[in-house]
C-alpha cells in the first residue's frame, strides 16, 4: 500500500481564519462562542453560536464564481485557498496534475430561502439561475471544482457529525491504492440560524445562554449540550513518493483510517462499543499499539449522553487493554473551544491535531472542573501541556450511528 | 420612463451588480462577445430585471437581445407595452 502525507493545510474557523491565529487559538484555550439574541427572538432555545466572520471573497473571485457558492462553500474556498498555497501547488500545477476533492457535508440551508421565495413570488425564475448550485449537498465540491477546475474524483460525503473524517478517510483509500496522488480533503459547515433548529428542537444544544464561553464543557459533570459551530477546513492529502519528488514539505503521514456503525436501532445513541471499533481498526491501519499514541483529540461534543459513550470506548481501549501499558493517552476535546463544527468537525480536528504535533503541545479541554465518573482513568488535558507529540489520533462520531477514526503520526 | 433612464439604471446594475467595466457599456457591446455574459448570467439577469423595472421577461425573448442596444429597446418595449387584462 501507498503511504498518504498531508502536505498542506487550511482553516476558517471561530479560533482564527489563518493556521497560525488557531495555534495561537488552541495553545491559550480561547473559547470562540457567543451568544447570538437574535438566535432566542426566532425561537430557539440555545442562543450560543460560534463567531465565524464571512469571507469577502469579492476582491478574490469573479461574480460568475460567487452566485453559485453557498455559504458553506465560501468558507471551504478560503480554507482550501490556504491548503493549496502551504502544500505549493499553483493554478497552473493544478491544471497539469489530476486533482481530487473529497468533502465531509450534510446540508446546508438555502432550500429554504427558496421556499420563503416561492411562497411569495410563485414563479420558479425568481429563483435566479445559480439557486440550484447553492443548495445541493455537494455545493461545496462542485464549487471547489470549477473554481480550481479540478479534474480527479469529485465526491461529497454525508454521515453526519463525522462526514468530514470519513471524507479524510475515504480519500486516503483512494491514494493508498493508486487511484490517486492528490486529493484536497476537508469539511465544511453553514453557521445559519436554520442549520440550528432542528438539533435545538432535539434538545441537543446548550441552553447556558448567560456564559457563552463556559458553555462547551466537554466530559464535565455540569454539561448541558453542544454548541452551534462550523466553516471550513481543508488539506491536501498525497501519496508520499510524489510529495517527496516535487519537494513539498510533509506535515504529518496520515497513517490510520477506522470506521464502524452502531448497529443498534436508536437513531439519536452514540455506541461505546462501535466508538472502540473504529479506533481499533484505525490503529491497525497505521500499524501501531494504543501506547504508540501521545494524544487523541477526542469527538465529546458536551452533550449528556455523547460524552459517556465516548469516555467508555477511550478507556477500554487506552486504558483497559493489555497493549496500552494502562496509561490513557493525553485527550482533549477542542470543542470545548469550537463548539460542534458538524460536517466540518472531522477534518478542523485533524488539522487542531496536526498543529499541536507541530508544535509539541496539548490544546486544552477548557471548562472541564469535575470530570464524569466514566472518565476518571483518562488524562483528559485541562491546561495547556507542552510536550513533544509524535502520534494522534481524532474521533469523530455522527447521528445515525456513524464513527470514523484518523490516526496521525510525524514523518521521520 | 425615458430611454436615457432606462440606459442609466441599466448600466448602474451591471456596473455593480454584474461587476462589468463602465468603459464596455456601449450599445453595439454584445452580451456573449464582449461583456462575457453566459447563459446562467441571461436567466440571472431577468430576475435583476423584474426586481428593477417590475417587468418578467419570458426565456425566449431574453434570447434575443444580443447587444447592449438591443437590451435597453427591449426593457423599453416592455415597460411600454398594454397590461394584460384577463377579458
Known amino acids: ?412 | 420612463m425615458t430611454k436615457q433612464e432606462i440606459i442609466e439604471k441599466t448600466n448602474a446594475f451591471l456596473v455593480d451588480e454584474y461587476e462589468k467595466d463602465p468603459a464596455l457599456l456601449k450599445p453595439e457591446a454584445r452580451f456573449r462577445e464582449d461583456l462575457d455574459l453566459n447563459s446562467l448570467d441571461y436567466m440571472d439577469l431577468m430576475v435583476t430585471v423584474k426586481r428593477e423595472f417590475d417587468i418578467m421577461p419570458a426565456p425566449a425573448e431574453m434570447n434575443l437581445v444580443v447587444t447592449l442596444g438591443d437590451f435597453y429597446d427591449f426593457i423599453e418595449k416592455k415597460l411600454n407595452e398594454p397590461a394584460k387584462t384577463n377579458e
Not at chain 1, 495561537?24 to 466572520?53: H, T
Open chain 1, 1 to 412: 500500500m501507498r503511504r498518504v502525507v498531508v502536505t498542506g493545510m487550511g482553516i476558517w474557523s471561530c479560533l482564527g481564519q489563518d493556521l497560525q491565529t488557531v495555534t495561537e487559538s488552541l495553545k491559550q484555550g480561547r473559547s470562540g462562542i457567543v451568544f447570538d439574541p437574535k438566535r432566542i427572538e426566532y425561537g430557539l432555545q440555545s442562543g450560543l453560536v460560534a463567531n465565524v466572520p464571512k469571507p469577502d471573497l469579492k476582491p478574490l473571485l469573479a461574480r460568475k464564481f460567487r452566485v453559485s457558492m453557498s455559504e458553506d462553500s465560501e468558507y471551504a474556498y478560503m480554507a482550501a485557498k490556504q491548503a493549496f498555497t502551504q502544500a505549493g501547488i499553483t493554478d497552473e500545477n493544478l491544471q497539469q496534475t489530476e486533482v481530487g476533492v473529497i468533502f465531509g457535508n450534510d446540508g446546508n440551508e438555502h432550500q429554504i430561502e427558496y421556499y420563503k421565495i416561492m411562497e411569495t413570488e410563485h414563479d420558479s425564475l425568481m429563483l435566479g439561475p445559480n439557486a440550484l448550485f447553492r443548495a445541493e449537498t455537494s455545493s461545496v465540491t462542485m464549487n471547489l471544482n470549477s473554481i480550481f477546475r479540478l479534474k480527479g474524483i469529485n465526491l461529497t460525503i454525508g454521515s453526519a457529525c463525522a462526514s468530514g473524517s470519513h471524507a479524510i478517510g475515504y480519500a486516503k483509500l483512494l491514494i493508498a491504492q493508486g487511484l490517486q496522488d492528490v486529493i484536497l480533503v476537508g469539511g465544511a459547515c453553514g453557521m445559519g440560524i436554520w442549520g440550528a433548529v432542528a438539533a435545538d428542537g432535539l434538545g441537543a444544544l446548550s441552553v447556558r445562554n448567560d456564559d457563552p464561553t463556559r458553555a462547551s464543557r466537554p466530559f464535565d459533570t455540569n454539561r448541558d449540550g453542544m454548541i452551534y459551530s462550523g466553516g471550513a477546513a481543508a488539506l491536501v492529502l498525497e501519496e508520499y513518493e510524489h510529495a517527496k519528488a516535487r519537494g513539498a514539505t510533509i506535515l504529518a503521514e496520515l497513517c490510520g483510517y477506522g470506521f464502524s456503525s452502531n448497529g443498534i436501532e436508536d437513531i439519536s445513541m452514540p455506541s461505546a462499543d462501535a466508538e472502540y471499533i473504529a479506533m481499533k481498526r484505525a490503529l491497525a491501519d497505521a500499524g501501531l499499539q494504543p501506547s504508540d499514541i501521545d494524544y487523541v483529540n477526542a469527538h465529546a461534543t458536551s452533550t449528556v449522553a455523547g460524552d459517556i459513550e465516548e469516555a467508555k470506548a477511550l478507556t477500554r481501549l487506552f486504558v483497559q487493554s493489555p497493549s496500552s501499558n494502562l496509561h490513557s493517552p493525553m485527550i482533549s476535546s477542542t470543542k470545548s473551544m469550537t463548539g460542534h463544527e458538524n460536517w466540518m468537525a472531522g477534518a478542523s480536528e485533524a488539522i487542531y491535531s496536526i498543529l499541536m504535533m507541530q508544535n509539541n503541545f496539548v490544546a486544552p479541554n477548557i471548562n472541564l472542573e469535575h470530570k464524569i465518573d466514566e472518565a476518571k482513568d483518562l488524562n483528559i488535558v485541562s491546561e495547556t501541556v507542552y510536550t513533544p507529540i509524535n502520534a494522534v489520533l481524532s474521533n469523530s462520531s455522527g447521528m445515525g450511528g456513524t464513527n470514523s477514526a484518523l490516526v496521525f503520526r510525524k514523518m521521520e
